[in-house]
Antibody
Framework: QVQLVQSGAEVRKPGSSVKVSCKASGGTFSKYAFNWVRQAPGQGLEWVGR????????EYAQGFQGRVTITADSTTSTVYMELRSLRSEDTATYYCARVDFSSGQPFYFDYWGQGALVTVSS | EIVLTQSPDTLSLSPGERATLFCRASQSVSSSHLAWYQQKPGQAPRLLIY???RTAAGIPDRFSGSGSGTDFTLTISRLEPEDFAVYYC??????????FGPGTKVDIK
């Protein structure tokens, strides 16, 4: 079955960086785009960006441009999100979420990882 | 950039009742680009509806979606205890690729 398994919780100081991973299984890695969506405590969902491994292309939400890098390793079916210059407002649960291009309607997230809490605190 | 609003903020209902949740887009959108998710505390969101009305695999048939243009609806025909959760609508667009509404919480009356 399809699984997206994320790395564990992280604690970072303001100004530092964090890198979160998401290992995909149960499908053909090249058929998908992998996205990162975050959720601050008690808040709604916010799209961060995505990587399309087969195109080796990443796209980011405007508010994260220059501060985030999303990459994919097709040899291990793992996606990474690195967020730099962390501030307290980046404290959130970060989810990876899959979009299936082979569905013909790549406009929604069909599977989600379990989430990784990133806490930014001095 | 499309902005999604959801109403009501909170819906207090009893098991067995019908729930109707609304999602409004700031401008007309393609129905194929509208989805709904359910999120329970401590869990990741789960896809319920895509393409405005298509039910995702494994989702009970008490969940249905409808709408077009700027106004979309998620209906839960008879609430089960496990349906009390937060529901988000989501749009796929050309600029900010994915946007979410602020959510509607369905809680037990």
């Amino acid at each position: 079955q399809v699984q997206l398994v994320q790395s564990g919780a992280e604690v970072r100081k303001p100004g530092s960086s964090v890198k979160v991973s998401c290992k995909a299984s149960g499908g053909t890695f090249s058929k998908y785009a992998f996205n990162w969506v975050r959720q601050a405590p008690g808040q709604g969902l916010e799209w961060v960006g995505r990587v399309i491994p087969i195109l080796e292309r990443a796209e980011y939400a405007q508010g994260f441009q220059g501060r985030v890098t999303i990459t994919a390793d097709s040899t291990t079916s793992t996606v990474y999100m690195e967020l730099r210059s962390l501030r307290s407002e980046d404290t959130a649960t970060y989810y990876c979420a899959r979009v299936d291009f082979s569905s013909g309607q790549p406009f929604y997230f069909d599977y989600w990882g379990q989430g990784a809490l990133v806490t930014v605190s001095s | 950039e499309i902005v999604l609003t959801q109403s009501p903020d909170t819906l207090s209902l009893s098991p067995g009742e019908r729930a109707t949740l609304f999602c409004r887009a700031s401008q007309s959108v393609s129905s194929s680009h509208l989805a709904w998710y359910q999120q329970k505390p401590g869990q990741a969101p789960r896809l319920l509806i895509y393409g405005a009305y298509r039910t995702a695999a494994g989702i009970p048939d008490r969940f249905s979606g409808s709408g077009s243009g700027t106004d979309f609806t998620l209906t839960i025909s008879r609430l089960e205890p496990e349906d009390f959760a937060v529901y988000y609508c989501q749009h796929y667009g050309s600029s900010l690729l994915f946007t979410f509404g602020p959510g509607t919480k369905v809680d037990i009356k």
